[in-house]
């Protein structure tokens, strides 16, 4: 069974537009990575400095390998500092699971 997580992240404004381009270089990046079956980062229609990361992962032993990935820390780098709170992660089930 796969893992789904989505995160949601609250963007300062100013910082809005270069941490939406690290998205999508950390999305292009990880879409290459074997056991990453989705990885989209989304903005929401509702809340205009928000981005919802979407993503999908054969097992967790693909998860700790995308964590290792140089592009992640680069990512991790860029955004330092840019999140208005702390991302909320939520890593779904069936209800019932």
């Not at 992240?9 to 074997?34: G, I, K, N, S, W």
């Not at 205009?48 to 032993?61: F, G, I, S």
């Not at 140089?70 to 209800?95: C, I, M, N, Q, W």
Request: proline residues 6%.
């Amino acid at each position: 069974m796969s893992i789904e997580i989505t995160v949601i992240f609250d963007v300062e404004p100013d910082r809005f537009p270069a941490t939406e381009a690290a998205f999508q270089e950390l999305c292009e990046a990880t879409r290459t990575e074997e056991g990453a079956l989705r990885f989209d980062a989304l903005r929401s229609a509702d809340h205009p400095h928000t981005l919802v990361l979407v993503e999908e992962w054969a097992d967790q032993d693909a998860i700790e390998l995308h964590m290792k990935q140089p592009y992640v820390a680069e990512f991790l780098a860029k955004v330092d500092g840019a999140y208005a709170r702390t991302p909320a992660v939520h890593r779904l089930s069936s209800p019932g699971a």
